[in-house]
C-alpha cells in the first residue's frame, strides 16, 4: 500500500524507518500511483479537449491495489479481544500512557491485514493522537502513523480527509522552507504532486486562488533549489518538470483556443468567479495561461545548464515546443536527441510524458477497460480509432472513451528517415 504519496518517497522513507522499534509495526507497501500524462488540446475549436491519465490511463498490474482479504469469524473474535485489551490498558495506565501508542499500532496493521480499514483507521488515529501527546505535535515518531492512515483514506476513497492529513504532514514537513533536506524537498514534491491531482478531477470554479497558490509556491521552490548549488544537481530536474507540469494543467484548463499546426492563439473562456466579476487572482491565472508557452519554455531552457543529464529537461523543452504548435522548434532538438537515442523515438508518447502528474484510481468512482486499435499519425494525431469494451458492461460506453482519444496529442515516432505514421494497440482503463 502507498503510504504517503508516490513510492519513490515511500522507497526512501522505509529505508530511513528501517530497523526501527517503530518500523515493525508497518505493512509492506502493494500500491503506487499511477503515473500519468497530461495532453494539449487537439482540434481547432478547442472545444472539450481531455487529458491523458485523468480519465484514460494504462493499466499497471504491479498499481492495482490489492483485492481486499476476507475476515474471518476468528479474525473478528481476535479483534474483539484486541479492543478489550486496549480497554483494559487505557484503565490500569491512563488514556494517553506511550505503552498504548505500541499495543494500538500493532493491532491497527493486524485490523487493516484481515480487511477492517475503519477499525484500523480509528486505531491509528488513536495511537496518532498519543504520540503526539507524548511527543508534541512536530516530533517525527507520528510520519509513519500517517503514512499508514492516509493509505487507508486513499483505498477508501476518502479524498476530502486525505487532503487535509497532507496538509498536516507538510507543515510537519516544513512547508516548502529551508533549510532544506532530501526529505524536506522530497515532501514538497509530493505535495505539488498531491495538488495536482486533485486540480486534474476537481473543478477549477472558484479555485483561482488555490490554483494561483500551486503555481507561486511550485515556482519559488523551483527556483530556490535550481539555484542553490547544494540541491541542484540532484533535485532541479524534478521541481522543473513538477513546475512545467501546472503550467499544462493551467493551459488544459484555460485555453480554448488552439491550432494543431500553429502555436495556441488565445483564451475564450478565461477564468471567472461565479459573479463574472474576475478578482485579482482570476485576472492573474488568465495572465498566467496567455503566457504560459514562453513561461514554460524559459523554464526548460534557464534550468538545463543546472542539471547534470540534459536530456530530459531538452527533450521536455521539444515535448514543449510540439504541444505549443511550434513544429519546427520541436523537430529541431528531436532530430538531434534521436541520433543518440534512437530507441526513444520507436513508438509514440502521449505529451506531456511527465512524473509528476499523477491520478490514483483508488479516487475513481468507477473503471472499464477498453481495448483501443488506432494509427498516430506523422503530425501526433489519432486517426482510424476502434474502440471496445473489454470487461463488457452492460451500461458502459465507448464514446466518451472514443471522443477522448481523438483529442490526444503525441509525440510521434520516428525511423532513420523521420516522422512517420504508426498503428497502436493499446488496453487503456477510463476512469469516471
Known amino acids: 500500500m502507498n503510504l504517503l504519496f508516490d513510492q519513490t518517497w515511500l522507497n526512501k522513507r522505509l529505508k530511513t524507518w528501517q530497523g526501527s522499534d517503530m518500523s515493525r509495526l508497518f505493512l509492506n507497501p502493494s500500491l503506487a500511483l499511477i503515473v500519468v500524462f497530461l495532453i494539449a488540446p487537439l482540434t481547432a475549436s478547442g472545444a472539450d479537449t481531455k487529458v491523458f491519465g485523468v480519465e484514460l490511463r494504462f493499466p499497471a498490474s504491479e498499481s492495482s491495489p490489492p483485492e481486499a482479504p476476507n475476515t474471518t469469524s476468528r479474525d473478528l473474535v481476535s479483534l474483539r479481544e484486541a479492543q478489550d485489551r486496549l480497554a483494559t490498558l487505557q484503565a490500569e495506565k491512563g488514556p494517553y500512557h506511550p505503552d498504548l ?190 503566457t504560459a508557452y514562453s513561461a514554460g519554455a524559459r523554464l526548460l531552457k534557464t534550468n538545463i545548464k543546472y542539471v547534470e543529464n540534459k536530456t530530459t529537461l531538452e527533450l521536455a523543452l521539444a515535448d514543449w515546443y510540439w504541444f505549443q504548435g511550434r513544429r519546427g522548434q520541436a523537430l529541431d532538438i528531436y532530430d538531434r536527441l534521436r541520433k543518440g537515442q534512437p530507441p526513444m523515438f520507436s513508438d509514440p508518447v502521449p505529451l506531456p510524458a511527465l512524473p509528476t502528474l499523477d491520478r490514483d484510481p483508488q479516487l475513481s468512482e468507477r473503471i472499464q477497460t477498453v481495448s483501443a486499435v488506432f494509427t498516430v499519425t506523422d503530425g501526433g494525431r489519432v486517426t482510424d480509432l476502434d474502440v471496445e469494451l473489454v470487461d463488457n458492461e452492460a451500461d458502459a460506453s465507448v464514446i466518451w472513451v472514443a471522443r477522448s482519444l481523438r483529442r490526444l496529442r503525441f509525440r510521434p515516432a520516428f525511423n532513420d528517415q523521420g516522422r512517420i505514421d504508426q498503428k497502436v494497440q493499446l488496453t487503456l482503463q477510463a476512469m469516471r
Open 101 to 290: 501508542s505500541h499495543m494500538l499500532l500493532a493491532e491497527a496493521e493486524r485490523a487493516r491485514s484481515v480487511g477492517q480499514s475503519r477499525q484500523a483507521l480509528e486505531w491509528y488515529d488513536w495511537a496518532l493522537h498519543n504520540i503526539r501527546v507524548n511527543n508534541g505535535l512536530g516530533d517525527p515518531a507520528q510520519l509513519p502513523v500517517l503514512e499508514e492512515i492516509m493509505a487507508l483514506q486513499r483505498q477508501m476513497g476518502d479524498r476530502e480527509a486525505l487532503s487535509g492529513r497532507i496538509e498536516y504532514f507538510y507543515r510537519i514537513m516544513g512547508s516548502g522552507r529551508r533549510p532544506y533536506s532530501p526529505t524536506r524537498l522530497e515532501a514538497s514534491l509530493a505535495y505539488l504532486r498531491w495538488h495536482q491531482e486533485l486540480l486534474m478531477v476537481e473543478s477549477w470554479q472558484g479555485e483561482s486562488r488555490r490554483v494561483l497558490q500551486l503555481y507561486e509556491g511550485g515556482k519559488l521552490l523551483q527556483e530556490r533549489v535550481c539555484t542553490s548549488e547544494k540541491w541542484s544537481r540532484e533535485f532541479c530536474e524534478a521541481f522543473t518538470l513538477a513546475h512545467l507540469g501546472t503550467l499544462y494543467l493551467i493551459e488544459h484548463h484555460l485555453i480554448t483556443d488552439s491550432v494543431i499546426d500553429g502555436p495556441a492563439e488565445g483564451i475564450n473562456q478565461p477564468f471567472v468567479s461565479p459573479d463574472m466579476q474576475p478578482n485579482p487572482s482570476e485576472q492573474r491565472l488568465n495572465q498566467l495561461a496567455k
